[in-house]
């Protein structure tokens, strides 16, 4: 079993230590009456937003931020008081996605404020680097310990929705942000229609049910392209994966979005594409996600 390092230990020379094969690297939690406090404030924080939805999926690429920041924008649209925390701690785009991949955080001396886009409130690790392009290595406590800060120390004030943002697959973040925001209200599933992302998106959805979060639905992207020209959609991809996934799963099928260049371009002008007409399916499924959203 991992043994945790010496109270003297500064873990600066781990290479050459007696206990480097047993260690886990990782000190000991503080006693208890430490912790107490910080749980206290991470409670009070979140006990003043009424619902956290995570948006997940297997595989990367396949369109969770772009579904998380839409979502976003389209329930601050609805009226509610939305924050939006992109936990993508390796690959956060959602700054870029909203144009503020130049925005850097700020403290008041006691919490760290949200940027903010049009009034919805913003948290991504992107705003925490120095450049934009630098990575970040770290591994599970290191996350675990960032993902606490976002929830417990950021200014999030009353909102009624938090959309959390998670990198694919079921790693360490979704684990850490059940454990620390539970209640997790609901989770947001995307998949694109190919069998090989629906069925990664498969094991999110039995992550969900393990850990007693409802699975809200599922939305498929990239669903049929849809030429800029003549508007007419053609099935790049096998259409309707998705959907026959979230029936054989037992979830909802929200609908789907088409890959449409209008949406990559909105993307990457730092504009969520839901602010610009629309097109009329992918604003359907939109409005069934917000409904279902609004329901809880
Ligand atoms: P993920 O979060 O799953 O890694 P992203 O949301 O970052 O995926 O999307 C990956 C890329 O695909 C982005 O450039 C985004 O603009 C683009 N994209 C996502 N959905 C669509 C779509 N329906 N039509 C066109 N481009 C899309």
Same mark, same amino acid.
């Given at each position: 079993?991992?043994?945790?390092?010496?109270?003297?230990?500064?873990?600066?020379?781990?290479?050459?230590?007696?206990?480097?094969?047993?260690?886990? =690297?990782?000190? #000991? +939690?503080?006693?208890?009456? &430490?912790?107490?406090?910080?749980d206290q404030k991470l409670q009070h924080r979140?006990?003043?937003?009424?619902?956290?939805?995570?948006?997940?999926?297997?595989?990367?690429?396949?369109?969770?931020?772009?579904v998380a920041t839409n979502l976003a924008v389209h329930l601050m649209l609805a009226d509610q008081r939305v924050g939006l925390l992109d936990v993508d701690i390796?690959?956060?785009?959602?700054?870029?996605?909203?144009?503020?991949?130049?925005a850097r955080v700020? =403290?008041?001396? #006691? +919490?760290?404020?949200?940027? &903010?886009?049009s009034g919805l409130k913003v948290m991504s690790i992107g705003f925490l680097l120095p450049n934009a392009d630098d990575a970040v290595i770290w591994r599970g406590p290191m996350k675990m310990t960032v993902i606490r800060q976002f929830l417990q120390d950021v200014a999030w004030g009353d909102l009624d929705t938090l959309v959390v943002?998670?990198?694919p697959g079921t790693g360490d973040e979704p684990l850490s942000v059940c454990q620390l925001a539970t209640p997790v209200d609901g989770a947001v599933i995307v998949t694109t229609p190919q069998r090989i992302s629906t069925s990664d998106v498969r094991r999110s959805i039995r992550f969900c049910q393990k850990l007693d979060i409802p699975v809200l639905g599922v939305v498929e992207n990239m669903s049929g392209f849809v030429c800029?020209?003549?508007?007419?959609?053609?099935?790049?991809?096998?259409?309707?994966?998705?959907?026959k996934m979230a029936a054989e799963m037992n979830v909802p099928f929200f609908g789907r979005v088409p890959l449409d260049p209008r949406i990559g371009v909105a993307s990457d002008n730092g504009v969520p594409f839901i602010c610009n007409q629309a097109p009329a399916e992918s604003m359907e499924t939109f409005d069934r996600i917000v409904?279902?959203?609004q329901a809880l």
């Open positions: 079993m991992a043994e945790h390092p010496k109270p003297e230990c500064d873990k600066s020379s781990c290479g050459s230590c007696s206990s480097r094969t047993t260690c886990s =690297g990782i000190p #000991e +939690a503080p006693p208890r009456s &430490e912790t107490v406090p910080e979140l006990g003043k937003i009424r619902r956290k939805i995570m948006v997940m999926s297997g595989k990367g690429g396949v369109g969770k931020s772009t390796h690959g956060p785009s959602i700054p870029q996605m909203l144009h503020l991949e130049h700020v =403290g008041d001396g #006691e +919490a760290l404020l949200p940027l &903010e886009y943002d998670l990198p800029p020209k003549c508007g007419e959609i053609t099935h790049i991809f096998k259409s309707g994966g998705g959907e409904s279902a959203i």
